[in-house]
């Protein structure tokens, strides 16, 4: 929120011309000493609930930063530990005296032990595997503690590799007896050769990736990873931007990417993806799911793919981005343990794709419309022409215009975006009054409001959410379900993310700097609350009618995260519930009925269980039969929840007029894109039953003809 941002710049730049040190000080020519005193500067005066420079806060970096430097524990050593551990208690000291002592010593540490793995991979790398001796490896690392000596180290990067190189060994003897299969006069490798094979294409992965990675890194960079650790300690939103992690966020706030459309995060030492840009061409592939973990990356014109297991997160994405038209080969893990390759062609990915989409159904003889809203989007140069709010009213419009009687929004995995927007989005459901309460540190709460009086929809209104829900998506949610102005069906509870965050530019703290670009800070400044006084802060918005999903048993929310703000309350907002339907409770009871009846829902909880089942599995066999088999039990036990996608309602979805008239000039592909959208629509279980709902209240519900001239868009 900008005028936010400006009010805190304000502030942030009083405070610090009134404290202690003054801007002399801060041209310290030691740029890493300058971001620290900056850095920390910030976040004692601008963040909403500071973190004190304590002996308990040095602990927990110290952990923390340890661990995100080698979280599977394969460079340093126990006595490494040790000499690190004197600093333990020291760090909260050392940052207030700018003092970088600490990175420095576990910095040059890091780049021998670097350089002595470099060394024992390659020499694990040149014997044979076997594969027939029974022995495991362990994936999940927090249960490994550091090695004691050399003889340990290789044999934990043994057994890594070993894992690593066993899926190449699986693949290729895959390929071995596909080509055999086709062509009867195909000689096979031997197992020996395949392996030898197999030990060489993990060799080109991990020598690209610390050859390309790990040895292009700078001083800044490790640098950048220090300050981060130390950023994250306040809460999982505050994060710092380096000056090419800012160009980069740039670039993606720009609106026009190249690559796969997919928003990727790096978790311990893998890769997961954790958004799919709609009408990308991950989404369009359908072979893609967030909570995927991309293990392979593979060129179209090279032979062997390249691991990106523990490669830092933007080294990684430079190997899945790439040029429209080109072809990548991604090996992913599904959520449910199967590994499989997905081949993506690269796409310009307009971000145009994330903005508001409107379909309408015939259900019963009744007609309703479908909103999917990606994302709360603005541009706050262009606010009145480019944002979520005047987005959804045209399509509300359009979809009155073929004679809509109920309406579904679809926040499903939208994660947020833009307070101002829904706060003027929710006044399109409502007469006037508050939307949600804002709180800073020290200072009275204040109403966000819809002072609009016009109403653009007053019919039946279904809420979908999801855990991925989030944000500014839980403030819509939570308005809605406090006015009791429309049902919420989805997940037990949404993200539960309560907080807000501005984007501080350090640059802008200096005057004349000559130290170069220091990034800028991503700042958790402000939390928001209900109107009736509660916080989705780790509680979400619990929906009205609960039902099963696929991350119902996956930890992906904000209680998940490390160091979230907690959960309070503030008092309630003065507002007044929606009065016209004539029996909401009913209509809820109704709806909870039918969805516990649901076979498919029944079906997508079991298998919502059986992933969270396997992903509790973390020991594998490297006993490349007992390997094999248990892929094979996996692949066979998921054959079972082939239905989920299989399913099909007796539901017909279309475009709007208005969007017709659109396919004729586009040259977008628009009219394919929303072909697979209604496709998918017809298949979604969620969608079905909002629209039972939406039968339901208006057999109880007059549709006042509110008048919604304000604004109102011409077609």
């Not at 995100?68 to 000499?83: A, Q």
């Not at 190449?168 to 392996?195: C, F, G, R």
Request: net charge negative; hydrophobic share 35%.
């Amino acid at each position: 929120m900008k005028r936010n941002y400006n009010a805190l710049l304000i502030l942030l730049l009083l405070a610090f011309a009134s404290c202690s040190f003054t801007t002399k000080k801060f041209s310290n020519p030691d740029k890493d000493k300058l971001l620290v005193q900056i850095i920390t500067f910030v976040l004692e005066q601008g963040h909403y609930d500071p973190v004190d420079f304590d002996d308990e806060f040095s602990v927990e970096l110290f952990t923390d930063y340890i661990e995100v430097l080698d979280p599977v524990k394969r460079y340093f050593y126990e006595s490494d530990y040790k000499d690190f551990e004197k600093f333990k208690l020291d760090i909260d000291d050392q940052l207030k005296a700018t003092d970088i002592t600490f990175f420095n010593v576990v910095h040059e540490r890091m780049l021998k032990r670097i350089a002595e793995a470099k060394e024992i991979y390659r020499e694990v790398l040149s014997k044979p595997f076997d594969y027939t001796i029974d022995e495991e490896f362990e994936t999940d690392y927090e249960k490994s503690t550091f090695s004691k000596n050399k003889k340990e180290m290789k044999e934990r990067w043994r057994k890594q590799l070993k894992f690593s190189t066993l899926s190449n060994y699986d693949d290729l003897m895959k390929q071995e007896k596909q080509a055999k299969e086709n062509d009867a006069s195909h000689v096979m490798k031997t197992e020996a050769e395949i392996e030898k094979e197999s030990r060489q294409a993990t060799l080109n992965s991990i020598d690209i990736y610390f050859n390309d990675s790990l040895e292009d890194l700078k001083r800044e960079d490790w640098f950048a990873v220090y300050v981060n650790t130390i950023v994250e300690e306040f809460d999982p939103h505050t994060y710092y931007l380096a000056p090419k992690n800012k160009e980069d966020f740039d670039q993606r706030m720009s609106g026009k990417l190249e690559g796969i459309g997919a928003r990727l995060q790096k978790r311990m030492d893998y890769i997961k993806i954790v958004e799919l840009i709609s009408g990308g061409p991950a989404w369009r592939s359908k072979e893609l799911d967030v909570e995927d973990v991309i293990l392979k990356v593979k060129q179209e014109d090279e032979e062997f793919p390249i691991s990106i297991v523990g490669m830092r997160i933007n080294d990684a994405i430079k190997y899945i981005k790439g040029p429209k038209g080109t072809k990548v080969t991604l090996t992913v893990k599904k959520v449910d343990g199967t590994i499989k390759d997905v081949v993506i062609t690269r796409d310009v990915v307009e971000l145009v794709e994330t903005y508001a989409k409107s379909s309408v159904v015939d259900k019963e003889g009744q007609k309703f419309g479908v909103i999917n809203l990606p994302a709360f989007y603005v541009d706050f140069q262009d606010y009145k022409n480019v944002n979520a709010a005047k987005d959804v009213r045209e399509e509300i419009e359009r979809l009155k215009a073929e004679g809509m009687q109920g309406l579904v929004l679809d926040l499903r995995n939208n994660g947020g975006g833009s307070l101002p927007t829904v706060v003027d989005m929710a006044g399109l459901f409502i007469k006037e009054g508050p939307i949600v309460q804002v709180r800073s540190t020290g200072k009275a709460k204040e109403v966000l409001k819809d002072r609009d009086k016009s109403i653009v929809w007053d019919g039946p209104l279904v809420i979908l959410v999801n855990e991925i829900s989030a944000s500014a998506s839980e403030i819509m949610a939570a308005a809605m379900q406090d006015y009791k102005r429309a049902i919420i069906i989805g997940s037990k509870q949404t993200y539960g993310k309560g907080t807000v965050q501005n984007v501080i530019n350090l640059n802008n703290m200096l005057r004349n700097n000559t130290s170069g670009d220091l990034g800028a800070l991503a700042l958790t400044t402000q939390k928001y609350y209900r109107i009736n006084g509660g916080s989705v802060q780790l509680e979400g918005v619990k929906s009205d009618v609960k039902v099963p999903g696929r991350f119902s048993f996956i930890e992906v929310g904000e209680k998940d995260k490390d160091n979230p703000l907690p959960y309070d309350e503030i008092d309630a907002a003065v507002y007044s519930p929606w009065e016209n339907y004539f029996d909401y409770d009913t209509t809820v009871e109704k709806s909870k009925q039918r969805m516990s009846d649901n076979e498919q829902l029944k079906l997508i909880e079991e298998n919502a269980k059986w992933v969270k089942s396997k992903i509790d599995e973390t020991l594998y066999s490297l006993n490349y039969k007992t390997y094999k088999a248990q892929i094979e039990a996996n692949e066979e036990e998921s054959k079972k929840f082939d239905a989920i996608s299989d399913y099909k309602s007796n539901l017909t979805f279309d475009s709007t007029g208005y969007e017709k008239q659109l396919f004729a000039q586009d040259t977008t592909d628009l009219k394919e894109k929303r072909e697979r959208w209604h496709q998918s629509l017809s298949k979604d279980v969620y969608i079905e039953e909002a629209l039972n709902v939406l039968v339901d209240l208006k057999m109880s519900y007059p549709i006042k003809k509110v008048a919604a001239t304000k604004g109102a868009v011409k077609n």
